[in-house]
Nanobody, 120 residues
């Protein structure tokens, strides 16, 4: 059973960079055809896909966020990270990491989510 755990600061100031880490257990992030996603949900709104890093290290981002988004991985620690730059209060959301298996957006395992508030 794959388990994912988000971690990082719960409060970020406007204009700064939001940085979160997802630690994976029960499976390797280099397993073929695994895709490691970030998704967020602003308060009172629906889910928004941010992007993913694949088992081979390829990255793909939501076009609306691409210019501000960087997803990377550390295979030795079996974890991947999200960096979202130039944040505003509209970036306040619960942030989830999730595994896509077989197909990138076939999300089979999710972390519990972590609330990140952007505020001065």
């Amino acid at each position: 059973q794959v388990q994912l755990q988000e971690s990082g600061p719960g409060l970020v100031k406007p204009s700064q960079t939001l940085s979160l880490t997802c630690t994976v257990s029960g499976g390797s992030i280099t397993t073929n055809y695994y895709y490691w996603n970030w998704i967020r949900q602003p308060p009172g709104k629906g889910l928004e896909w941010i992007g993913y890093i694949s088992y081979s290290g390829s990255t793909f981002y939501n076009p609306s966020l691409k210019s501000r988004t960087s997803i990377s991985s550390d295979t030795s620690e079996n974890q991947f990270t999200l960096q979202l730059s130039s944040v505003t209060p509209e970036d306040t959301a619960v942030y989830y990491c999730a595994l896509g298996s077989g197909a990138p957006l076939h999300l089979t395992y999710w972390g519990k989510g972590t609330l990140v508030t952007v505020s001065s």
